[in-house]
């Protein structure tokens, strides 16, 4: 089992940039690959981006490919979103999200399906005002 906890959302500007983190505690947390999804109001789970357990691979949605980094440091059982050039569309409440298995599946459905995963966090809150 591991437990997640999303940190690092706020209210920010057009073009601004943010990082949020997660926070994982539990088992073995390489073992985990870990996405982030985001939900606006009144829409349903997207997918964000993706990273292997060993942090070597990652996938992007591409409405975020070339503005979004996501990273982890498994000695300190976290993962990151760095995310650059906001936009107002990127306003959304930013989930992380963790399935046992550190490799990512060959499939883009697969990666970016959140009804794999099995572990998710409360979520963090990123407003982006224009």
């Known amino acids: 089992q591991v437990q997640l906890a999303e940190s690092g959302g706020g209210l920010v500007q057009s073009g601004d940039s943010l990082r949020l983190s997660c926070a994982a505690s539990?088992?073995?947390?390489?073992?985990?690959?870990t996405a982030w999804f985001r939900q606006a109001p009144g829409k349903g789970r997207e997918f964000v981006a993706i990273?292997?357990?060993?942090?070597?691979?990652?996938f992007y949605a591409s409405s975020v490919q070339g503005r979004f980094t996501v990273s982890r440091d498994n000695a300190k059982n976290s993962v990151s979103l760095k995310m650059n050039s906001l936009k107002p569309e990127d306003t959304a409440v930013y989930y992380c999200?963790?399935?046992?298995?550190?490799?990512?599946?060959?499939?883009?459905?697969?990666?970016?399906?959140?009804?794999?995963?099995?572990?998710w966090g409360q979520g963090t809150q990123v407003t982006v005002t224009s």
């Open positions: 999200a963790a399935i046992l298995g550190g490799v990512l599946p060959p499939s883009a459905r697969s990666r970016s399906d959140p009804n794999q995963y099995q572990h």
């Open positions: 539990g088992s073995s947390f390489s073992d985990y690959r």
């Open positions: 990273i292997s357990g060993t942090g070597r691979s990652s």
